[in-house]
């Protein structure tokens, strides 16, 4: 069985390339271009990744990323996020949010299939037979977030 990829993106050519790419790749592919269409659509085709980009009309990528991972149906499901923005900030909110891999656009295609295909293998994903996947290191399949939270840095202080 073809593993499933939501990919996330509001520019018609850069979800055309990227659909293109994956599905040449050998990915069965939806789609959504913007955050709400994301969420029903994970919802509906159960992705075994999504690829979200950080820049949607309506809820942005971060908003996405951590609704996704705040519902127990979907807060194992791997993301990569797609960003034009440059700054180590939006890097760094993007895997608070809870990202699983972050990819500056313009990108390779051929990175992209391969950051998929390294975190399909990591989550188990890459099996059809859920009774073969494996969870991740640690027995937890949801990421840690980047930094610590306000009261854990009140804490540490």
């Known amino acids: 069985m073809r593993r499933k990829v939501l990919v996330v993106e509001d520019d018609p050519d850069q979800l ?45 990528g971060f908003d996405v990323c951590d609704s996704l991972r705040r519902d127990p149906a979907t807060a194992a499901v791997p993301i990569i996020m797609l960003t034009g923005m440059r700054s180590q900030f939006g890097r760094f909110a993007g895997m608070e949010s809870g990202a699983n891999d972050f990819l500056l656009k313009p990108f390779d295609p051929e990175q992209l299939v391969a950051k998929i295909e390294k975190l399909l293998h990591q989550s188990g994903a890459a099996t059809s037979d859920p009774r073969r996947a494996k969870p991740a290191p640690g027995g937890s399949r949801t990421r840690k977030k980047a930094f610590p939270t306000t009261s854990a840095r009140r804490h540490a202080n």
């Open 16 to 60: 055309e390339v990227i659909r293109l790419n994956l599905q040449a790749a050998g990915f069965a592919i939806g789609t959504a271009a913007n955050g709400t269409d994301a969420l029903v659509k994970t919802r509906s085709i159960s992705p075994d990744l999504i690829v979200l980009d950080l820049m949607l009309p309506g809820l942005n």
